[in-house]
Nanobody, 127 residues
Framework: QLRLVESGGGLVQSGGSLRLSCTAS????????VGWFRQAPGKAREGVSS??????DIRITNAVKGRFTISRDKNTVYLNMNGLNPEDTGVYFC??????????????????????WGQGTQVTVSA
C-alpha cells in the first residue's frame, strides 16, 4: 500500500526540541513535494512548512519561522523543531504531492490537494 509513515512526535517541555520524520512506504518521495501541517484541538489545520522535490524552495510559516527547519534526503522529509512552546501542540501531518511544477508549489502549498497524507503524529508541549 502507498502511504506515508510519520515518527518523532511525543511530549516535550517548553523550549525543547523534536525531530519529526516522514517516510514514504510503497513509493519514493524523490519526485514529490512535501508539506507539513498541524492541527490543534478545536482549530483548523494549518500549514507549517513545505519543501519542493529538489529542496530548492522551502516555505516556513511565520508562526514557526526561526524555530523550525525542513530538510529532506532520498525518501525522508524531516521537520526539526526547536524552541517549542505550548502553542505548537497538535497533531502533525505530512503530505506529499507530485511536484509537476516546482516553480509554483511554494505559492500554493497550503491549499494544494495532496496525493498522500500521513496518519499524523502527536506533539505535546508542556508549559
Amino acid at each position: 500500500q502507498l502511504r506515508l509513515v510519520e515518527s518523532g512526535g511525543g511530549l516535550v517541555q517548553s523550549g525543547g526540541s523534536l525531530r519529526l520524520s516522514c517516510t514514504a512506504s510503497g513509493f519514493s518521495l524523490e519526485r514529490y513535494a512535501v508539506g507539513w501541517f498541524r492541527q490543534a484541538p478545536g482549530k483548523a489545520r494549518e500549514g507549517v512548512s513545505s519543501i519542493t522535490s529538489s529542496g530548492s524552495d522551502i516555505r516556513i510559516t511565520n508562526a514557526v519561522k526561526g524555530r523550525f527547519t525542513i530538510s529532506r534526503d532520498k525518501n525522508t522529509v524531516y521537520l526539526n523543531m526547536n524552541g517549542l512552546n505550548p502553542e505548537d501542540t497538535g497533531v502533525y501531518f505530512c503530505a506529499a504531492a507530485v511536484d509537476w511544477r516546482p516553480d509554483y508549489f511554494g505559492e500554493i502549498w497550503e491549499k494544494l490537494t495532496y496525493d498522500y497524507w500521513g496518519q499524523g503524529t502527536q506533539v505535546t508541549v508542556s508549559a
